[in-house]
């Protein structure tokens, strides 16, 4: 599970974009937040990743995204 972010997006030239894959951009090293967090501790885990965004997960399964 990752998230890709405009700044990904950015930093691939325009004439590779046709080849450069999701996989090529995703960033996977944000934990997700679970249906259980707390407001507190997921805006915490969204600062300490960089990013205004987070999936967000019940147990195993994907189940929406946060965005700020």
């Known amino acids: 599970l990752g998230v890709m972010t405009p700044q990904s997006l950015e930093?691939?030239?325009?004439?590779?974009?046709?080849?450069?894959?999701?996989?090529?951009?995703?960033?996977?090293d944000v934990t997700p937040a679970a249906l259980t967090w707390n407001l507190r501790k997921t805006v915490?885990?969204?600062?300490?990743?960089?990013?205004?965004?987070?999936?967000?997960?019940?147990?195993?399964?994907?189940?929406?995204i946060i965005d700020m």
């Open 11 to 28: 930093n691939v030239d325009k004439g590779m974009r046709a080849v450069t894959t999701v996989n090529d951009t995703l960033r996977v």
């Open 44 to 64: 915490q885990a969204m600062e300490r990743s960089g990013l205004d965004r987070i999936p967000v997960v019940d147990g195993e399964r994907y189940v929406g």
